[in-house]
C-alpha cells in the first residue's frame, strides 16, 4: 500500500523557520519525484517545490532562497525545510508523488494532476 505521510507543521511567527517532513512507504523511493503543494484558505492548492530521483530540484519564485528541499534516500523521507516565514505561507501543507518522465516533470511539476499519491497534509501557521 502507497503512504506518504506528511508532518512537522505547527504554529510560528513570521521570520521562524519549520521543517516539514514526508515519510514514503510502499513503493521504490528512488523512482519517484515527491513534491510539495500548499493549500491556503479559500485558495487552489498550489505546487510550491519538487525533488526528483536525480535530485534536481524545482521552486516556485515566492519561496525561492527561503525553502530548501531534500531527501534522505536511507530513511525514505522528503524534507522540506522552511525559513523566513511569512503569513501568506500559512496553508496546508501536502506532499505527493509522481512517476511522471522527467522532461514532463521538467514543465507541469507545478500541477495536481500529474501526482498520483498524497499524504494527508499537514498545516503551517504563520502570524504576523
Known amino acids: 500500500e502507497v503512504q506518504l505521510q506528511a508532518s512537522g507543521g505547527g504554529l510560528v511567527q513570521a521570520g521562524r523557520s519549520l521543517r516539514l517532513s514526508c515519510v514514503v512507504s510502499?513503493?521504490?523511493?528512488?523512482?519517484?519525484?515527491i513534491g510539495w503543494f500548499r493549500q491556503a484558505p479559500g485558495k487552489e492548492r498550489e505546487g510550491i517545490s519538487c525533488?526528483?530521483?536525480?535530485?534536481?530540484?524545482y521552486y516556485i519564485d515566492s519561496v525561492k532562497g527561503r525553502f530548501t528541499i531534500s531527501k534522505d534516500n536511507a530513511k525514505n523521507t522528503v524534507y522540506l525545510q522552511m525559513n523566513s516565514l511569512k503569513p501568506e505561507d500559512t496553508g496546508v501543507y501536502y506532499c505527493?508523488?509522481?512517476?511522471?518522465?522527467?522532461?514532463?516533470?521538467?514543465?507541469?511539476?507545478?500541477?495536481?494532476?500529474?501526482?498520483?499519491?498524497w499524504g494527508q497534509g499537514t498545516l503551517v501557521t504563520v502570524s504576523s
Open positions: 510502499g513503493f521504490t523511493f528512488d523512482d519517484y519525484s
Open positions: 525533488i526528483n530521483p536525480d535530485g534536481s530540484k
Open positions: 505527493a508523488s509522481s512517476r511522471a518522465r522527467a522532461d514532463r516533470l521538467f514543465r507541469l511539476w507545478v500541477r495536481a494532476s500529474e501526482y498520483d499519491y
